[in-house]
T-cell receptor, first 111, second 119 residues
């Protein structure tokens, strides 16, 4: 069965400090994994995706994620948070038949 | 590039009225998705089409909901009659699926959403 778990519903970091948003998945097939960001009153925008190429994936706005098969994880990181990063982030897993969205992690940036 | 276009952006309607949400996918995309987002349930897939044909409608809540895709550039999601519990943000998304209808690895592009309030 396919599933995705975002381990934190809320994360707060200070501006300029690192960001870590955690995501674990399970899939019966070789999955593709995505991170999307949703700013208030907006649609979802693709940050990055993994599709069985390099395990370290770089995305927009300085975000990156590492696919770790042994840990079934796809955590999202950024070295230095900016106020404009405040948003909700969704981890997504897809295989041949299904696309599953995580519940989302709301990222708060403290001044 | 215009992106996925949804209308209306906001709608307030009375319980029992018919609601029609519209979507124009990105030109050239062969798949279209309707999602519903609420605080309680998060993001839920309602239905998706591939080449204008409904492939998976298992997420459609009940018979009050219907979706059509008469051509590759237009889709509607209709709620009749509407109820207060239908209040949510409805997103349309499109993708260019390689393979038919293989989902894996394909990026989905979202519209800005239609914010529905049923009073």
């Amino acid at each position: 069965a396919q599933s995705v778990t975002q381990l934190d519903s809320h994360v707060s970091v200070s501006e300029g400090t690192p960001v870590l948003l955690r995501c674990n998945y399970s899939s019966s097939y070789s999955p593709s994994l995505f991170w999307y960001v949703q700013h208030p009153n907006k649609g979802l925008q693709l940050l990055l995706k993994y599709t069985s190429a390099a395990t370290l994936v770089k995305g927009i706005n300085g975000f990156e994620a590492e696919f770790k098969k042994s840990e079934t994880s796809f955590h999202l990181t950024k070295p230095s948070a900016h106020m404009s990063d405040a948003a909700e982030y969704f981890c997504v897993v897809s295989d041949v038949f299904k696309i599953i969205f995580g519940k989302g992690t709301r990222l708060h940036i403290l001044p | 590039d215009a992106g996925v276009i949804q209308s209306p952006r906001h709608e307030v309607t009375e319980m029992g009225q018919e609601v029609t949400l519209r979507c124009k996918p990105i030109s050239g995309h062969n798949s279209l998705f309707w999602y519903r987002q609420t605080m309680m349930r998060g993001l839920e897939l309602l239905i998706y089409f591939n080449n204008n044909v409904p492939i998976d409608d298992s997420g459609m809540p009940e018979d009050r909901f219907s979706a059509k895709m008469p051509n590759a550039s237009f889709s509607t999601l209709k709620i009749q009659p509407s109820e207060p519990r239908d209040s949510a943000v409805y997103f349309c998304a499109s993708s260019s699926l390689t393979g038919s209808p293989v989902l894996s690895g394909n990026t989905i592009y979202f519209g800005e959403g239609s914010w529905l309030t049923v009073v």
